[in-house]
């Protein structure tokens, strides 16, 4: 992939080789170009899919916007989606991790668990559907890591009647199988991508492939809030409605959270949570990528260990090696398997709005269990990694503020397409004693 005519660094910039020549410095100046923040973003892509990207810009400004296309979007997240999702107190959760309540004094979950299809991934996916009918296209093709961006698209084609294909990676095909026969059901094809990693990375790889030839007459529907411009944009807005909804129901019973958290992929349930608190200064936003095996192992931390670089047409953190090669990434999680990064958080990343931390499996799969038998909800593996933080978050946040702090964690998504390897990790074995039950009991009123 080259990059188009508009954006510097030409010849530096392709999809294997993410170097381009930056320096710190250049990636935290601030960027007033469109398709930009900060530094980061842009446009970095073969000139055949410059136009339909102009095409998606043009319609993100004046279609999305309009009222008509937010009135028939609106209708279709209430009555077809089940928004908004509820804000549901997780006080014995809160007392497991925090028994005498010295750092954590509530902790609410925004519920996109309860969307249909069981994550966040239907807002974006509905939405951009929505406007590829708009558009006139005639088919809708997607790529997919754990499988829910994949159900969510084949799930709006199926309801508003277009034909949809997904590309995943070989190895999700096999570690999100209940997913691939989701979308199967739903009239999708399910294309499986062999080369790479054979994971999220490549099989985007593919997809921007089969777009380049079919531009068109397709629209390619991106999961997250990466790719080029306008996708990273697109994407947050659509997924703003996260954000809102939390922020509103927060209002309503008196104040803003003290911080938000929220798992990080390519970034889009964070972002679209973040998006509604970055003008309230006191709130703290956290995002937790995947550490995978340890941060000097095998991991997809790429905004606490990448380095600036492009990747699927955006300029953002990647990991890569000394010569500009794209990493391989590594987490337990399909959804966060990703060596690349949503340029706004880059952004986020280096103002100093948002901070970044980074959990491991392990680390993810003790949260998964502590949130199951805390709060009665198996959540996404994904989503894990967000809980995992939320002791050090609690603990930074009150000693910065010198009393208990509020959290609002962003559940991206439910935990049904991960029981297999719940299962593999032992997490379902009965335990003689549960500890976190025994807390949680001791404590209870
Ligand atoms: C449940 C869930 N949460 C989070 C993610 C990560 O994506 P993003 O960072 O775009 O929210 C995924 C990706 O598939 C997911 O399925």
């Given at each position: 992939m080259g990059e188009s005519a508009s954006e510097p660094n030409v010849s530096e910039a392709n999809e294997s080789t993410g170097r381009v020549d930056s320096t710190n410095d250049e990636a935290t100046s601030a960027d007033p170009r469109p398709g930009y923040f900060g530094a980061f973003g842009g446009r970095f892509v073969a000139e055949t899919l410059v136009p339909a990207l102009e095409e998606l810009t043009r319609a993100t400004h004046d279609l999305v916007s309009s009222s008509d296309f937010q009135a028939e979007l609106?209708?279709?997240?209430?009555?077809?989606?089940?928004?908004?999702?509820?804000?549901?107190?997780?006080?014995?959760?809160?007392?497991?991790?925090?028994?005498?309540?010295?750092?954590?004094?509530?902790?609410?979950?925004?519920?996109?668990d309860l969307c249909h299809t069981g994550a966040h991934k239907i807002n974006n996916a509905l939405g951009q559907v929505l406007l590829a009918k708009k558009l006139g296209k005639q088919r809708v093709i997607a790529e997919t890591g754990a499988g829910q961006h994949g159900v969510a698209t084949a799930t709006a084609c199926a309801a508003l009647g277009l034909p949809c294909e997904v590309f995943m990676g070989a190895l999700d095909v096999e570690r999100q199988a209940p997913n691939v026969l989701r979308m199967q059901l739903l009239g999708a094809t399910v294309t499986p991508v062999e080369s790479g990693s054979r994971t999220l990375k490549d099989a985007m790889n593919e997809a921007l492939r089969r777009w380049v030839t079919h531009v068109r007459t397709t629209h390619y529907c991106v999961g997250s809030a990466a790719g080029p411009h306008p996708y990273p944009s697109l994407v947050a807005e659509l997924q703003r409605v996260i954000g809102d909804e939390a922020r509103a129901a927060l209002m309503e019973r008196g104040a803003p959270p003290d911080a938000v958290v929220a798992c990080i992929g390519g970034g889009s349930n964070a972002i679209g949570v973040f998006r509604a608190f970055l003008d309230d200064a006191e709130v703290a936003l956290y995002g937790v990528e995947a550490a995978g095996e340890g941060l000097t192992a095998r991991h997809a931390a790429t905004l606490t260990l990448g380095q600036v670089g492009v990747l699927h047409g955006a300029r953002s953190k990647v990991l890569m090696d000394a010569d500009g090669q794209i990493l391989e990434a590594h987490s337990i999680s399909a959804g966060l398997d990703y060596p690349g990064v949503g340029p706004e958080h880059a952004a986020l990343q280096a103002?100093?709005?948002?901070?970044?931390?980074?959990?491991?499996?392990a680390e993810a799969l003790a949260a998964a269990l502590e949130v199951a038998r805390s709060e009665g909800i198996i959540i996404a593996l994904e989503t894990a990694h967000a809980f995992a933080k939320l002791r050090e978050i609690a603990a930074r946040e009150a000693a910065r503020r010198g009393r208990p702090v509020s959290l609002l964690v962003c559940v991206s998504g439910r935990g049904d397409k991960d029981l297999v390897t719940y299962q593999a990790a032992g997490l379902g074995a009965p335990p003689r004693e549960d500890p976190v039950r025994s807390a949680v009991d001791q404590e209870a009123p």
């Open positions: 609106s209708a279709l997240l209430r009555d077809y989606v089940g928004r908004p999702t509820p804000l549901s107190p997780a006080r014995r959760l809160a007392r497991v991790i925090d028994p005498r309540g010295c750092h954590l004094s509530e902790l609410w979950l925004k519920r996109e103002s100093g709005r948002a901070t970044y931390l980074a959990a491991t499996d």
